[in-house]
């Protein structure tokens, strides 16, 4: 925010960095480690007595003081140089909260460096005392420097208490010191000996030159003991929320710890060879691999302890964005542009808003992100997200996967970068909402024939869920299979009905041009694999196919017809989320219809995961899910949890998510370590949400108000009655899920940046199960009234499923959607493909699309009027919400 | 737009601004001095070699100063480092700004001097045994020694005026350069041709060392490097005056009697200069030399001194927030003083043994 922003696009500020520090680190390590190697090696020379050693040790001062003198003292001005070019600010935080450090620091370089000087230059010439004592000097000098630098280096991976008191010793002897200046002296013990092999295999042949191989291994290979055991201390010196940033979340760290092990064995495995005879054109190139296998390694290291850091530059005190911590709320508020002074756009208009938005980019992403580059390309982690997506994923950045710094700014800042990224970066359109679908109304709806005074029986049906969705990428996964459950009750009328359970058969048959689901669906291809059994073409999980008999349950005091596989695709014409089936009741004995009505059976391929996701819709362009859209969620679920999934499903081994992730909807008992299914698809992407209220619902589930589908068509969505007033906001819903799976360690994680508004603290929100504990009816129509004005059912849920609405019995034991509908679809509901096609039965009965019994009509069960209100209290009134 | 609004806000400092001042006049009087040896004695090697064929290192001018440049480069280096750490505590919201709008070049001159310090190796190691490659390399270190006092005066003189750096608004590329800068030329030029001057003052004290070690024949050639020296101030101070012209005419008027101290200074320095020139011209070393500083510690004083000048509008040292760390400021004094003490023991170890051979 105040420095100027050098736009080195492709290779990136921050190769820069890493490219010159993991050099100058290398070498400054053997200029520590090599300063003992020298004086101690010198000092063997005059114990054995043997000039052969002196002459060794002439020659390797040579191609060190080339080698750290030059080449090391100057990368490592050159990282001071590149680091106040890419980060000035956290530049001038480290030089101005250490600069007596960096003073001390300066003067043991020149101590270092004189010393080098006068012992090459002098070698032979000084006595065993003063070349001896140069050469300790040299050593003291270079050690203390690491000691010196440590400091600050730790420092910016562990502040510890100097982020409360700004004391440089605080900041200097920070957490991480002890462990890692012992760490790095035993590394730079280890590179000694490995620099050391450099100059041994060009001796002679010889056994002096054997002598020495082996002694350079000595020095390679005992130090790795202390590489390894510091290591560990360093590792759990870190502290365990850092730990878990930089190894379990950030991706950048696998390929670095690999190298950091693989390079550790080949350097262990190099230091026995050269104990080892060995022919010497072999050892020359040998060593020359060592060489670059010591590179990687240290800059396996290096990297590792970098990204530990991430997002901060200085942790928890700065953002690898320059922006430090304390200011992150004041730029949220005010904006970034006016508080950055390098910006060219102080403020954002429609025409500016791209070029506002490559500020932004300059300010917060440049500095970790290349375009087009060779490091972190923001081109190839974008390009396939459309708008919405970028949207979400700079809502979301930092708050559950916290290696990247939160997007600081406005709403307005955000839509101007992701602006930017959209069309600038990635040439692609702007879509700021989903697209709207041209729904073609019915143009009418048979109403099943009924004779009010013949008729003796009374056929009620209706689905369970009110909505029943079907993810269809079956060669990819399976969130939910076909399987839409149908129930009814059959009544016989008089003064005193009856519900009917014995010596009936129910049948159902689902409608025309609808019995072929195979034809347009995978699920068939895969159940064996998905789900464990391999079904019959158009039969579904629970055994029926497209028509066949429901089945009496004595629990439910109805009759039911599990799971048939039905899909909105028909075998002609357009896209229909409501096939309907028919429904019949038939005396057991003579086969007499007794009853027919129709019934809806929802269901819906609109996934919104495309919103986000990218890809097309697959069925003629209308809905369901595309081999793009899921091989990306697979992708990204594969990258954040460490899965093979696409690759399983590309070896033609697609999954049940709920293989996993428990979920009573299907009946999996999931991992136990794992969330449950709807806790962690809702817990993760609330926290990437960026619209609001029902808006949020519907950018996954049907309920897009002008989506292909549009679900919620019940009486509630005509009074302004939204998913929020019964589920909460997003936020909410998933914190009552997440506060279910609370012992597990990832619900922690992505509740610390959910709110809500209703509670004072999430502790207040009940923990609920999927599917099972869902909110009461009676939270807002207390004893069946009407609800106080702002009324909600959020956070009130029912104790288990025989309190659900779907489960439930009046006090005659009717089920309450027999007589009100399904869920999401109540009397008198809309729907927006013909209004009268999910009152079927209202209207078959009743004339009218209201609950059955409505407006006092008794009579359609009861023959003649009644006087109390039996089923329920406040039920003998008209209805409060007519519709015409 | 207001170019004060770009000015980066500056962070605190640990001890009083003054003191970081002092510390900075202090190492940058050393480095310069240093880095003037390295800069003059590549030219004056360069000048040498290509008028005057055929010789060997020994026989030659170049064999004072060849073997010392490597030595020199080190400590011009290390010496570097302490004024770029004490001018980035006072003025680094000016140095970090300047310094991204010519990044490519700034940071180019850390390959470039990893080059130039090997070819100084490259071309006193085989100077005898390849001549081309000597050559080649002595060419390589000029031309990049010199490039970077290029580089150095585009930033120093960048830093300092804020009411320029809308340029980055066309140009983020890390390309920008102030060659059009009126003092740009003078400046570079006053610098250039005093590494020279310092060059050849260095040529006659190692001679004068060789001499009073028994060397014969070393006084023409002490009165040579003299020469080279009296010269080159000669035409040092004619550059000096064309570059305080260049200068903005309040910043002359400052240097002329409004400022007293800055008067002082600047005037106390052109007349030890003219006093250094006449004590060159007539061969007296010691005097030269203690002129020679005292020009150097003068003109560190006033290149500080325009520096503020420049900056008058927008920043003083005083708006600089203070939050004390005496403590450890302590310490890096104590520090310092051990390692002078440490490097002055090692050089005195160096020194007896030097003697000893030449005894």
């Known amino acids: 925010m105040n420095y100027p922003i050098w736009e080195i696009t492709t290779f990136g500020g921050g190769s820069l960095i890493a490219l010159i520090s ?112 140069i050469a300790f000097l040299y050593f003291l000098f270079a050690w203390l420097s690491l000691v010196i630098i440590n400091g600050i280096l730790s420092f910016m991976l562990t502040p510890g208490q100097w982020l409360k008191t700004q004391n440089f010793w605080d900041g200097f002897f920070n957490p991480t010191y002890f462990p890692s200046l012992f760490f790095r002296s035993s590394v730079a013990a280890m590179i000694a000996g490995l620099f050391g092999y450099v100059t041994v295999v060009f001796l002679k042949t010889g056994d002096f030159r054997d002598q020495m191989l082996k002694y350079c291994s000595k020095w390679l290979l005992y130090p790795m003991a202390g590489v390894v055991l510091f290591g560990i201390w360093y590792y759990f010196a870190v502290p365990a929320d850092i730990r878990q940033t930089a190894f379990s979340l950030n991706p950048q760290t696998g390929p670095f710890v690999i190298i950091l092990f693989v390079a550790s064995v080949l350097i262990f495995l190099a230091g026995i060879y050269f104990s080892v005879k060995s022919r010497p054109s072999v050892q020359k190139a040998v060593t020359f691999v060592l060489v670059i296998i010591g ?106 996967m916290t290696y990247m710094p939160p997007f600081m700014g406005t709403a307005a800042e955000r839509k101007a970068l992701a602006s930017y990224i959209v069309t600038e970066l990635n040439d692609n359109a702007i879509l700021e909402e989903p697209e709207p679908y041209a729904l073609h109304p019915w143009e009418d709806v048979d109403i099943p024939a009924y004779n009010k005074k013949k008729d003796q029986y009374l056929l009620l049906a209706w689905n369970d869920l009110g909505m029943h969705c079907l993810s269809d990428a079956d060669a990819w996964f399976v969130i939910l299979p076909p399987a839409n459950t149908i129930e009814a009750q059959l009544i016989k009328r008089g003064p005193v009905p009856e519900i009917v359970s014995d010596g009936v058969q129910l049948s159902y048959a689902v409608q025309k041009g609808f019995e072929n689901p195979s034809a347009h669906v995978d699920f068939w291809k895969y159940s064996k694999l998905t789900f464990g059994v391999q079904l019959e073409e158009n039969v579904g999980l629970g055994g029926l196919g497209m028509n066949g008999d429901m089945v009496w349950e004595d629990d439910l005091g109805g009759f039911i017809a599990k799971m048939i596989p039905v899909v909105p695709y028909p075998d002609e014409g357009a896209y229909n989320p409501f096939p309907a089936f028919t429904i019949e009741a038939k005396d057991a004995e003579s086969g007499e219809i007794l009853a027919s009505t129709r019934v809806v059976a929802p269901v819906s391929t609109e996934f919104g995961c495309r919103n986000c996701h990218g890809g097309e819709w697959r069925w003629k362009g209308v809905s369901g899910m595309t081999d793009e859209t899921a091989i990306r969620i697979l992708e990204v679920h594969d990258r954040i949890n460490g899965t093979d999934l696409l690759a399983q499903a590309e070896d033609g081994k697609p999954r049940l998510c709920q293989e996993c992730h428990a979920d009573p909807a299907v009946g999996a008992e999931g991992k136990p370590d794992v969330l449950n299914f709807s806790a962690a698809m809702h817990g993760w992407h609330a926290n990437y949400m960026v619209f609001d209220g029902a808006a949020a619902c519907a950018m996954c589930h049907p309920a897009n108000l002008k989506g292909n589908t549009r679900c919620a068509r019940g009486i509630h969505s005509k009074v302004d009655v939204t998913c929020i007033d019964c589920h909460g906001t997003l936020q909410e819903h998933a914190l009552g899920l997440l506060r279910g799976e609370e012992a597990k360690p990832s619900a922690k994680r992505l509740m610390a940046n959910l709110t809500s508004k209703q509670v004072e603290s999430v502790d207040e929100i009940n923990p609920r199960i999927p599917w099972l504990k869902e909110p009461d009816c009676l939270n807002c129509h207390v004893d069946f009234e009407k609800p106080e004005p702002g009324a909600s059912g959020y956070n009130q849920w029912t104790e288990g499923p025989e309190e659900l609405y779907r489960i439930r019995t009046d006090n005659a034991g009717i089920r309450c959607p027999a007589c009100h509908g399904s869920t999401h679809a109540e009397y008198p509901a809309s729907n927006a493909y013909s209004p009268l096609h999910d009152n079927i039965q209202p209207l078959q009965y009743t004339g009218h699309p209201y609950p059955i019994g409505a407006n006092m009509k008794c009579e359609a069960c009861h023959i003649i009027k009644m006087e109390d209100p039996i089923h329920h209290e406040n039920m003998m009134r008209v209805m409060r919400n007519p519709v015409h | 737009m207001d170019p004060t609004s770009l000015i980066p806000a500056p962070d605190t400092i640990p001890a009083p601004a003054w003191l970081f001042q002092v510390l900075n006049i202090f190492t940058f009087m050393i480095h310069i001095l240093f880095v003037n040896v390295v800069i003059g004695g590549s030219l004056i090697m360069l000048f040498s070699r290509l008028t005057r064929k055929d010789e060997t290192l020994d026989q030659s001018m170049n064999g004072t100063i060849a073997g010392k440049i490597p030595t020199t480069f080190a400590l011009a280096i290390n010496f570097g480092v302490a004024p770029l750490l004490f001018v980035q505590v006072l003025y680094g919201h000016f140095i970090y700004s300047s310094s991204i709008f010519m990044a490519v070049f700034w940071i180019s001159i850390i390959p470039l001097l990893i080059i130039a310090y090997y070819a100084a190796y490259i071309h006193v190691k085989k100077y005898s045994a390849s001549k081309t490659l000597s050559m080649a390399s002595l060419l390589a270190m000029s031309a990049i020694v010199l490039y970077i006092a290029f580089v150095f005066t585009n930033n120093m003189t960048l830093m300092v005026q804020p009411e320029k750096w809308s340029a980055y608004f066309t140009n983020r590329s890390g390309t920008i350069l ?29 001679w004068y060392i060789r001499d009073r070690r028994g060397t014969k024949g070393m006084e023409d050639k002490i009165n040579s490097g003299l020469k080279i020296f009296a010269i080159a101030t000669c035409v040092q101070v004619v550059i000096g005056f064309w570059f305080l012209l260049a200068i903005p005419s309040d910043f002359i008027l400052a240097f002329m009697g409004r400022n ?58 005083n708006d600089l927030q203070l939050s004390p760390q005496y403590g450890v400021m302590a310490l890096f004094f104590i520090v310092f003083a051990i390692g002078l003490v440490s490097v002055w023991i090692m050089l005195k170890i160096a020194n007896q043994v030097a003697e000893r051979r030449t005894v």
């Open chain 2, 178 to 206: 102030n060659v059009s800068d009126a003092t740009f030329l003078p400046r570079y030029l006053h610098f250039i041709v005093a590494s020279v001057a310092v060059a050849g003052m260095l040529m006659s004290i190692v």
């Open chain 1, 295 to 400: 590179l990687l390694w240290m800059g396996g290291f290096e990297y590792l302890r970098e990204i530990a850091r991430k997002p901060y530059v200085i942790n928890q005190f700065m953002y690898s964005t320059s922006v430090k911590q304390s200011d992150v709320s004041l730029l949220d508020t005010e904006g970034v542009l006016t508080h950055a002074r390098w910006s060219a756009v102080k403020a954002i208009t429609p025409e500016n808003q791209v070029e506002a938005g490559r500020e932004l980019f300059n300010l917060q992403c440049l500095s970790c992100h290349t375009v087009n580059g060779i490091r972190n390309d923001i081109v190839a982690r974008t390009v396939e997200y459309p708008y919405m997506g970028i949207m979400a994923l700079l809502d979301g950045q930092g708050k559950v």
């Open chain 1, 22 to 133: 993991v050099l100058h680190v290398y070498i400054s390590h053997l200029a520590v480690g090599g300063g003992a190697f020298l004086w101690l090696t010198d000092l063997k020379g005059f114990r054995d007595n043997n000039p052969a050693i002196h002459d060794y040790v002439r020659k390797h001062t040579w191609f060190f003081l080339l080698l750290t003198m030059v080449f090391g003292g100057l990368t490592g001005v050159g990282i001071w140089f590149i680091i106040a070019l890419v980060q000035p600010a956290a530049t001038s935080s480290l030089i101005h909260a250490f600069v007596f450090g960096w003073a001390i620091e300066w003067v043991f370089f020149l101590g270092e460096i004189t010393a080098l000087l006068v012992y090459h230059y002098q070698f032979d010439k000084l006595g065993r005392k003063n070349r001896l004592l």
């Open chain 2, 260 to 317: 007293l101290f800055y008067t002082i200074v600047l005037f106390a320095g052109i007349l030890l200069a003219i006093g250094a020139i006449i004590s060159a011209f007539l061969g007296k070393l010691i005097p030269s030399v203690i002129h020679l500083v005292a020009v150097v510690a003068a003109m560190v004083i006033t290149r500080a001194n325009l520096r503020s000048l420049y900056l008058s509008d927008v920043f003083s040292l």
